[in-house]
Nanobody, 124 residues
Framework: VQLQASGGGLVQAGGSLKLSCARSGRTSSTYGTAWFRQAPGKEREFVAA????????RYADSVKGRFTISRDNAKNTVSLQMNSLKPEDTAVYYCAATTDSSSYVYLSALYDYWGQGTQVTVSS
């Protein structure tokens, strides 16, 4: 499975960005896809996750109400719509896929495949 993240950039606080994760390869083996982020000097943290069926969606408390994760089965992509961005959202954002159906979707160790990351910078 290969993952390609895109859509990052520079935006002012209060603005919006939409990230996209293009999936290829044996994606039928994956159960869910998630977004994580890592800011300079900080550990990688969970942002949002969605099962490929779309039946289960989870968000980190810090992004609830502002970010929306979705998937497009036909295009084999997972998107992250980010609204009302804050400077503290600045980070490299990674998409990841797992073959595990565990409910612990916020654990990065659960994920088998990772994309290369896309930089999101929110200016104040």
């Amino acid at each position: 499975v290969q993952l390609q993240a895109s859509g990052g950039g520079l935006v002012q606080a209060g603005g919006s960005l939409k990230l996209s994760c293009a999936r290829s390869g044996r994606t039928s083996s994956t159960y869910g896809t998630a977004w994580f982020r890592q800011a300079p000097g900080k550990e990688r943290e969970f942002v949002a996750a969605i099962t490929w069926s779309g039946g289960s969606i989870r968000y980190a408390d810090s992004v609830k109400g502002r970010f929306t994760i979705s998937r497009d089965n036909a295009k084999n992509t997972v998107s992250l719509q980010m609204n009302s961005l804050k400077p503290e959202d600045t980070a490299v954002y990674y998409c990841a896929a797992t073959t595990d159906s565990s409910s612990y979707v916020y654990l990065s160790a659960l994920y088998d495949y990772w994309g290369q990351g896309t930089q999101v910078t929110v200016s104040s």
